[in-house]
């Protein structure tokens, strides 16, 4: 890919995306430029990976091909305000914010653009997010399949209807918290148990980590997986009796859910 790839926005959402681009080699460290307001941030991009930086927005929107918007929801009215002039009409916008549906990108932009969509996750840090995609209507196939290949070069990505963007803002785009607090409660109870505090996070984290690769990799459905473990009188069946005493599943669904909920609130859908 020769095309310029520019960031608005230089987080660690954008720092992720830029990490795992880079190790792709779908563009070099010349092709990449961001542009944040906070210099630390920027320093920090360009010491960590070579690239190009600025705090001008508009640097970025006219020497980029596709331009990822990195900054947080409340943000986008005004960046897209200041950029919108400066943009081709071939350039590719990057939507990554929760709540920010195509109608309402496309409306602020006040002209034709070729926009996707997304919803990536904080795992892109480790090169493994979940990412979601939705393309506009603008959007050529060879234009699509390009935003799938940077997204993949950070993790795995699907593309989606725009319908189910809320659904992934529950089971992946905020996801990574609630798995964060699982393996917290694992690690307090091996601690509890005696267990080094550094020692229980690996052992918790390692399992969790396993256990995911597991249903990915054998495409066994997650109850049958469960169900091999649990020996007839044994350990797990008693961790597993002590889990649904507790609700786990009706919690677990009831918090995604309202995740899902307060994402069409954003959306005003």
Do not use: W
């Not at 006219?62 to 005004?78: G, H, M, N, Q, R």
């Amino acid at each position: 890919m020769n095309k310029k790839i520019g960031f608005i926005g230089g987080g660690n959402m954008g720092s992720a995306m830029i990490g795992g681009i880079l190790s792709a080699k779908l563009a070099d460290a010349a092709h990449v430029i961001v542009s944040d307001k906070q210099q630390s941030a920027l320093d920090r991009l360009s010491e960590t990976y070579g690239i190009r930086t600025t705090t001008d927005n508009i640097t970025v929107a006219t020497e980029s091909d596709i331009i990822f918007l990195a900054v947080k929801p409340y943000l986008y009215e005004p960046v897209i305000r200041e950029i919108r002039e400066s943009i081709s009409d071939d350039t590719i916008i990057v939507a990554i914010a929760a709540g920010q549906t195509i109608a309402r990108i496309e409306s602020l932009f006040e002209r034709r653009i070729k926009l996707v969509r997304t919803m990536p996750n904080t795992p892109a840090m480790v090169l493994e997010a979940m990412s979601a995609i939705t393309p506009n209507e603008n959007m050529t196939p060879e234009d699509t399949a390009e935003m799938v290949s940077l997204f993949e070069s950070f993790g795995q990505a699907e593309i989606v209807p725009e319908t189910l963007m809320d659904a992934v803002t529950g089971v992946s785009g905020s996801s990574p918290a609630y798995v964060y607090m699982f393996i917290e409660a694992m690690a307090d109870a091996a601690v509890k148990d005696g267990m080094p505090r550094a020692q229980a996070y690996k052992f918790a984290a390692q399992s969790v980590l396993g256990s995911a690769k597991m249903v990915l990799e054998t495409g066994k459905h997650p109850g049958e997986l469960k169900d091999a473990v649990c020996s007839p009188g044994g350990t797990t069946i008693a961790a597993v009796a002590k889990l649904e005493e507790g609700g786990l599943r009706h919690t677990v669904m009831a918090a995604q859910n309202a995740c899902s909920e307060r994402s069409r609130e954003m959306s005003g859908v």
